[in-house]
């Protein structure tokens, strides 16, 4: 869970054990332990957590430790089973919740500033828990095309389906007067496809997609809504993502993709070209639409692992790393860095002023030169690097055997991030 990008959901929310407070504080707990919590607060800090943690008998670290090894649906049979905790209790607690009215001079002025900042007028938000569901909504909602793109229609962030995340972007954006060049609902070809498949209409979703900042929320709208099967998802998925041009559109689409990048021939979907216009729009490399480059790739200065490591620097810059991980946070980046003389701090800030990769390697060549016997030495030792001891031979079994367990000849890390690069982008 994001909370740079999303709110985590409300307070009211009751997906989890049907306690009020439970779903908010899971999600803030899971970005505690992803290190994206952002402005949030988790645990003994935060007033409401500490309020339904006291009431659970759990302490903010076990609970922290707990999010991460289950799903919703497991946690919410742990926390009752922990807490022991009866109906009539935890009724009891939800409407004590509910109803709680600001009794603090600071809770009162702050719910004042946020009805005078998201919702003048409005005179139906009285609570302490609807005082912090304005906030999170009002904070998140509007999204800015302008500023950067709509999310991937490769993304299944909400409800699992494709498409879904960018048609939710392109609403709200629109709604916000800040969609810049995109179209959304009707005006969409993509669009259509999708709210016919989900049988809702463009006005409907909007509407939902504005109320719901948060994924998991308008997810669950989402579903309710068009009652698909996990088999009927899937098939739409591969359906969308795998979409190209017919012979109506083959022209359109090539004359497309000439304008979008004429040096790209590998492109055959709508979904491909609509990611490198994406990224060429905005001028940033995005990995949460494509893998980085192989670390095999020796383009830049003829070492392995150093185009993958620029691709991640500039996604670090543009906060669009998704699941990968740059600098300090992946020991093959620090020994790219250590072997080039940088820190990751270092090359971060020089890929902002360097837009290619001849200004890349025309840069270390002058600051941090490495002779080609180094160069090739190197390579070697990085193609060949693997697991030495039994805690990182255990780490790649577990990864192997999540992605692929069919594979058992992969026993280096390059072959290890070539195969999770392929599997994570397949669809």
Not at 72 to 101: C, M, Y
Not at 300 to 305: E, I, T, W
Request: with cysteine; aromatic share 8%.
């Amino acid at each position: 869970m994001d909370l740079t990008r999303q709110p985590p959901r409300r307070p009211s929310n009751l997906g989890i054990a049907g306690i009020v407070g439970v779903a908010r504080m899971t999600d803030k707990a899971r970005a505690h332990n992803a290190e994206t919590i952002a402005d949030y607060i988790y645990g003994e800090s935060s007033g409401l957590d500490q309020r339904v943690l006291t009431f659970l008998g759990i302490s903010a670290d076990a609970f922290a430790e707990v999010v991460d090894e289950h799903d919703d649906s497991a946690l919410g049979h742990w926390i009752l089973e922990t807490s022991g905790k009866t109906a009539a209790e935890i009724a009891e607690f939800n409407d004590a919740a509910l109803t709680q009215l600001p009794d603090t001079e600071a809770h009162k002025q702050r719910l004042k500033d946020r009805l005078a900042r998201f919702a003048p007028g409005r005179t139906d938000i009285t609570t302490v828990l609807q005082s912090m569901e304005l906030d999170d909504w009002g904070s998140f909602w509007q999204v800015d095309l302008t500023a950067g793109p709509p999310r991937s229609a490769r993304a299944k962030d909400i409800a699992g389906i494709c498409g879904v995340a960018r048609m939710a972007d392109k609403g709200r954006a629109e709604r916000a007067g800040k969609i810049g060049e995109y179209l959304y609902g009707d005006d969409s070809g993509q669009d259509v496809r999708i709210l016919t498949f989900l049988g809702i209409s463009a006005a409907d979703f909007q509407e939902a997609a504005v109320n719901n900042p948060n994924d998991l929320e308008i997810g669950a709208w989402v579903l309710e809504n068009c009652g698909k099967s996990q088999d009927e998802i899937e098939t739409f998925n591969q359906t969308l993502v795998n979409y190209g041009p017919n012979e109506t559109t083959r022209e359109r689409f090539q004359a497309r993709c000439q304008e979008v990048d004429p040096t790209r021939t590998d492109i055959t979907t709508w979904v491909q070209l609509q990611d490198v216009d994406d990224q060429r729009s905005f001028g940033i490399v995005d990995l949460q639409r494509r893998a980085p480059r192989s670390p095999y790739n020796t383009d830049v200065y003829g070492m392995v692992q150093l185009a993958r490591l620029i691709d991640k620097g500039r996604a670090f810059n543009s906060n669009t790393l998704g699941a990968y991980f740059y600098g300090e946070d992946s020991g093959i980046d620090r020994a790219t860095l250590a072997f080039l003389g940088l820190s990751a701090a270092e090359f971060a800030e020089a890929l902002k002023t360097l837009p290619t990769d001849a200004e890349v390697e025309t840069w270390l060549k002058a600051n941090h030169a490495q002779s080609e016997a180094d160069i090739e030495t190197y390579n070697e030792r990085m193609t060949q690097m693997g697991p030495t001891d039994e805690r990182y031979k255990a780490l790649m079994a577990n990864m192997i055997k999540k992605i692929a367990p069919e594979r058992t000849d992969i026993n280096t890390w390059f072959a290890l991030m070539a195969l999770d690069d392929e599997k994570t982008f397949a669809l």
